[in-house]
């Protein structure tokens, strides 16, 4: 069994609901997570998209292997309305595969780890939340000193959800 770490998140439609709908088509391809970061509110990255978005990392054990993950991930976006068009730009659900143990791979169509993880604090602070000693297998550091180290100064803070 491979540690398989996902980010998930959007910034279009019904942001929590799309969430947790996520959480649960994940649940149902690859059984309960072993961890999940606090839900957070980031500023949109890339410059290509304006609504914050809302992430969240979720951390699975599974024996699928990396393009079997990627084909579900895909399903599940598509399950929840994304459509891909603009590179960086609005959705209302995109999932990264950011770690599959200690793999490293790099296809067009798939790259572990994902090459923006140290670029992209939406990515560092869930990611230090939940993982703070895991070791990215290319830089050599843990998560939390790459999240020391990010020189991305978009804006992330965990989600207080709005009254109902
Ligand atoms: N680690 C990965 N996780 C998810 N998709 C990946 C990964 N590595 C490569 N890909 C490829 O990237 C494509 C994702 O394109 P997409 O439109 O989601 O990019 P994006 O979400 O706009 O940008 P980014 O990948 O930088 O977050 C997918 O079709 C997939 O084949
Ligand atoms: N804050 C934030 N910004 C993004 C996100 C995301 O999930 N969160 N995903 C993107 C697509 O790659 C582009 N920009």
Redesign the pocket.
Known sequence: MEKLVLIIGGNLGKRELLLSQANNLLIENFGSPELKSKVYETEAWGGKSKGAYLNQVLVFRTDLEPMEV?KK?QKVENLLGRH?EV??GDRTM?I??LYYGDLVINFP????P?P?ISKRRFVLEPLAEVLPDFIHPLLKMTNAELLLDSTDESQVYVYEKSPE
């Open positions: 990627l991930t891909r590179k960086w995109d990264d595969i169509e798939i790259q572990i994902h923006f």
